[in-house]
């Protein structure tokens, strides 16, 4: 119980994980569905550093760093497309954004 | 001891966060719920001797990406209530918690199997920051260029989206609003 091993750490990241795939199933604006997709990708950069730490092994960072560069253009890119569509729209709810119904 | 302390409280106050941020109907309480959640894991990090990791998810995470998410924000109408999906909630969670499992079988399926190996060892005696320098910019070199270009890429496409103008499309338009929109831009160029 009080030593922490590398259990301790994935428990931690499927806790986080789950939270944040229950957010990503619940929510219905579309910028609360991007924070819930921060979670997902913060979760599983715990679950790296922590096998890094137990195994000794500098590749479980590199991931993280190259997930951590993947997250910050998704939400450059993301953000841009969502001001687009609300100055179009005026509103950015998932339920609306159906243009290709036939 | 103090490790274990460390562990259990910020387990439990990044798991308080994110909760927050996945159930709130408030959009700037979820925001800064998140930022808090940040900030917490960056001392996961710390623990698991990951400094140059932690500073990273520091600066990144709660320096660029949530004042990105800041200032989108401020295009929006956030003062107003969200409002929530309508669904079966044991599906939701059921569905959560499978996949959860999931990842955590990803990963613990190397581990149980024992066919991990260190293929870039920690080297004694350098710190974190010169470990992780000599394994970025020897073995993930080619990665660390496409990622910077990735990210150039990522920051001329949000300037060209969130630019003015760009919520007029030509091809959702009909002729008659063309020519409307034309004609405004004679004008100010003439004046």
Do not use: C
């Amino acid at each position: 119980m009080m030593e922490i091993g590398l259990n301790h750490y994935l428990v931690l990241s499927t806790i986080l994980f789950a939270i944040g795939l229950v957010g990503v199933m619940r929510r219905k604006n579309l910028l609360l569905l991007f924070f819930a997709t921060e979670i997902l990708l913060n979760s599983v950069n715990i679950a790296f550093a922590a096998i890094s730490h137990y195994y000794g092994d500098l590749t479980g960072q590199m991931f993280a760093f190259f997930v951590i560069a993947i997250a910050a253009s998704e939400v450059a890119v993301g953000l841009g497309l969502l001001i687009v569509w609300y100055k179009r729209h005026g509103n950015i709810d998932l339920s609306t954004m159906s243009s290709m119904r036939g | 001891m103090f490790e274990a302390v460390a562990f259990y409280l910020f387990a439990f106050l990044t798991i308080a966060m994110f909760y927050i941020t996945v159930t709130t109907s408030q959009a700037l309480y979820a925001l800064t719920a998140l930022a808090a959640g940040m900030i917490f894991i960056s001392a996961f990090f710390f623990i698991l001797g990951a400094d140059f990791l932690g500073a990273v998810q520091i600066i990144v995470y709660t320096g660029a990406v949530m004042a990105l998410y800041a200032f989108g924000m401020m295009f929006f109408d956030t003062t107003r209530a969200v409002k929530e999906k309508k669904g079966n909630k044991f599906i939701i969670v059921g569905l959560s918690t499978l996949a959860a499992v999931m990842v955590v079988a990803i990963f613990s399926a190397p581990i149980v199997s024992e066919n991990m190996v260190a293929l870039y060892p920690v080297i004694e005696g350098a710190g974190n920051t010169q470990n992780v320098g000599l394994v970025l910019f020897t073995k993930y070199l080619v990665p660390f260029e496409v990622a910077a270009v990735m990210l150039l890429v990522a920051m001329v496409a949000g300037i060209v989206l969130a630019g003015k103008k760009m919520d007029l499309s030509l091809t959702l338009m009909n002729g008659e609003e063309i020519d409307k929109m034309n004609e405004e831009i004679n004008k100010k160029v003439l004046s």
